[in-house]
């Protein structure tokens, strides 16, 4: 079992899987890269997949995929959107979810981005490349992860962190990449 104690106010972990340990101490980092201005939120996430952690034998994670499975489950709707390739109109809403509370806004290039005529127009691809390049323009670089064959996470961090974040999930061995790499 995987056990959490306060220590200086944050969580102390006990887990006999040193991989887990090492992936844990990354994950508050990860939770700080994708709530660009939102410390808060970022902590309450830790505390969230520490609590997960917690909640589980250590057994139960034998690689990152799936670490970061929970932490999908934790960030999904607030921090990140979960998305299949085919839905576009899930996307958009879902980035739109996730630039809410930031006060930023991607220009997809249409009055209303969810249109349902422009949106049967645009392949899901084409949407990313949108979102990616109206991101970048404020300041921001949009992630995806790919899931599995139909499923993908998208996230985004401040473009100054693009480096840190590259290498953050190169040494977790994830197949995490700029979303403008995808295609």
Known sequence: MIECQPFNGQAKISMHLPHIESWAEQAHTLFELINPGFPDRADEQYQAFLDELAAHDDDEFASTVDLMNVVKDIIDG????????????????????????????????????LDDDWLKAMTVPELVLRAADGLQDAGYTLWCWQIDQEHFLAWLTQSVSESEMASLVDSLGLGVCVATDLF
């Open 78 to 113: 607030e921090s990140a959107c979960q998305l299949n390739w085919r839905a576009g109109p899930e996307f958009v809403e879902g980035m739109l979810r996730v630039l809410e509370g930031m006060g930023e806004e991607i220009d997809w290039g249409v009055d209303d981005p």
